[in-house]
């Protein structure tokens, strides 16, 4: 089975602190994702990758950096937390852009 | 511009009933649909994808249809159980020539009661 595993399933920041996101996954795929689901917004894409190293924007990626050093590991990057940035954040991966595998996701609330 | 729709927005049924979840998208150039479920606290998990020629899909009690030349799409739930409380996501893929795109609907929270 596909694993997708997201390092922090609760955080709690203040406004200013940078926060880091971790997501490994376990099937050598080369599509990852970082979606924040909202109450009644549903899943916005914030950054994907297709590569090693290669990055593209999503929907709402003002605020965000992300980081994809290996395969396996995409990470996402809040530089400077603002409370409006507290939500859940999904990492996702996929072998050909179909199928999504989401990992258990990271609810972050900045204080 | 590219949309999923869903309603409704929230459903509340007795354990044992049926009910029909509906999604409309105005996506293009189509490629495929799914649906997900998401247990409260986890991520999304794939139950169905239907691609253009496909317009009925079963996995246990569920089944999806598609309809492509309306644009709509159901999951009806048969004999309703508690674990089926969750939201469920409609999401549309488009495929251009150098890229595609996934679009996800606002979901439909199911509540099973007892």
């Known amino acids: 089975d596909v694993k997708v595993t997201q390092s922090s399933r609760y955080l709690v920041k203040r406004t200013g602190e940078k926060v880091f996101l971790e997501c490994v996954q376990d099937?050598?795929?080369?599509?990852m994702f970082w979606y924040r689901q909202d109450p009644g917004l549903g899943l916005r894409l914030i950054y994907f990758?297709?590569?090693?190293?290669?990055?593209e924007k999503g929907d709402i990626p003002e605020g965000y950096s992300v980081s994809r050093e290996k395969k396996e590991r995409f990470s996402l990057i809040l530089e400077s937390a603002s409370t409006n940035q507290t939500s859940m954040y999904l990492c996702?991966?996929?072998?050909?852009?179909?199928?999504?595998?989401f990992g258990e996701g990271s609810r972050l609330t900045v204080l | 511009k590219n949309q999923v729709e869903q309603s409704p927005q929230s459903l509340i049924i007795l354990e044992g009933k049926n009910c029909t979840l509906q999604?409309?998208?105005?996506?293009?150039?189509?490629?495929?649909l799914r649906w997900y479920k998401q247990d409260t606290g986890r991520g999304p998990v794939s139950l169905t994808i239907?691609?253009?020629?496909?317009n009925t899909k079963s996995n246990g009690r569920y089944t999806a249809t598609l309809d492509a030349d309306t644009k709509q799409s159901s999951l009806h739930i048969t004999a309703s159980q508690l674990s089926d409380s969750a939201s469920y996501i409609c999401?549309?893929?488009?495929?251009?020539?150098?890229?595609?795109?996934?679009?996800f609907g606002s979901g439909t929270r199911l509540s099973i009661r007892p």
């Open positions: 996702a991966s996929s072998l050909d852009t179909g199928e999504l595998f």
């Open positions: 099937m050598d795929h080369e599509n």
């Open positions: 990758s297709y590569d090693v190293k290669m990055k």
């Open positions: 999604c409309n998208y105005t996506v293009s150039p189509f490629s495929n």
């Open positions: 239907m691609t253009f020629s496909e």
């Open positions: 999401v549309v893929s488009a495929v251009y020539s150098s890229a595609s795109k996934i679009i």
